[in-house]
DNA sequence: ATTAATTATTGCACTAAACGCAAAAATACA
DNA sequence: TGTATTTTTGCGTTTAGTGCAATAATTAAT
């Protein structure tokens, strides 16, 4: 009873790690899967942690709060981010890499169900949706940093790439709320290229405009 | 016993409209100076219904939850803003509008220490600081209208405008954070200032470069 | 293999937020 | 005055989340 297959497997991960692991994805997975079909608001602590056969004390010793197990994985797609940035052609422009990398990264999500599914979850739950506005904090901040190492770090370039970085992470989520009004005649990459073209373009109508007034800058 | 002064005061507001009011106003003003004196965790809403002298449950009736307390004031911020688009000049640009607009508002905002103090509540504060993301929510979406009420609202525009909104209240947000980071041998006034100027810039390099790439836009 | 030290899991009691409901109090009105 | 309406309250309940101490499982040492 005491011998348990002990041959293959991971050498670096002990019987403590990997139960460990096992049962936070037991959580997970039962969590999730009561969101979607009975709502967040809907699912109790107690529903999740019988489902998944814990006791309801050990779902806090897993997750903070019932919210953390909804946005627990979405910490992943920030360090996307950073790859993706790195990624890009040594030779792109800053928006060139910016656009390239942001659409490789969406194009990768958007086939993801799971994903789609806890986005539709976040989209018609209120405190989810407050919640989910520091996806985008962490979004900028990382965008921030990959523009920096890519693109220099000296003291005047730094307010300037996080303004950059601000404006790019709010296309992202003004993109992703026109995405989902629904009619879209055109695949998720046109959409982008369109939201990106109107970007650039507004970007260059502005500047256009400023220094017109104020050509000595 | 049953007579009360009738005599002066509001010929509109009925005891029960006045008292309804004046309870409100007791219940947030001894929510902040509590929440002030013990922190906003440090509060109970059994404290503040003591302080205030109504039920715990009335409490319920006025705020829907103890956050709310905080947040009630600050929507008059967004329609002020909208007020001050108004005002602006009128042959002003759209980059001077909402630079004026915004420095106007900010002054009068940061002259007022309740909310200064308020500010820094949430600050410190993490269950606060992330309702406050929706504050940035909503000063987008006036932001936006009342551009568009000013500059035009066709199919064309308003994703623009969408965008430039996002850029502005972006802006502020960095600013604001910049400020409270400490360490401001500017006034309020020439920071808003070399933000703005740094923004206008920012957005004029890379239009700049935008058309350059791809000059038949 | 037995024992000792770590670490994971659980049960239990407790605080606090928020909601529903119905009784009681205050106010308006005729 | 009496009656209808609205406000306030008390009470009970659900649920999230914490602290603590006891128990069980795992690892490491002898």
Do not use: C
């Not at 656009?99 to 806890?118: K, N, V």
């Not at 990106?196 to 800058?217: I, M």
């Amino acid at each position: 009873m005491a011998d348990v297959q002990e041959i293959d497997g991971a050498v670096k991960e002990g019987r403590r790690e990997r139960k460990r692991r096992q049962t936070r994805e037991r959580i997970e997975a039962a969590a999730l899967a009561l969101f979607l079909e009975r709502g967040f608001d809907g699912t109790t602590i107690e529903d999740i942690t019988e489902a998944a056969d814990v006791s309801k004390r050990s779902f806090f010793d897993y997750f903070p709060s019932k919210e953390e197990v909804v946005f627990a994985w979405q910490d992943s797609f920030a360090d996307e981010l950073a790859d993706a940035i790195a990624a890009q052609p040594e030779d792109a422009s800053i928006a060139e890499v910016i656009e390239g990398a942001l659409t490789s990264l969406l194009l990768t999500a958007s086939s993801d169900p799971q994903r789609l599914a806890i986005g539709a979850l976040i989209r018609d739950t209120p405190v989810l949706r407050a919640r989910d506005q520091l996806k985008y904090t962490k979004l900028e901040k990382k965008l921030t940093e990959a523009l920096r190492a890519r693109f220099g770090d000296s003291e005047e370039e730094r307010l300037r790439l996080r303004l950059l970085s601000a404006i790019v992470v709010s296309t992202l989520r003004i993109g992703g709320e026109r995405w989902n009004e629904g009619a879209h005649e055109l695949s998720l990459q046109e959409f982008a290229q369109h939201m990106f073209g109107e970007l650039w373009a507004t970007l260059a109508d502005l500047g256009a405009l400023v220094r017109q007034r104020d050509p000595n800058r």
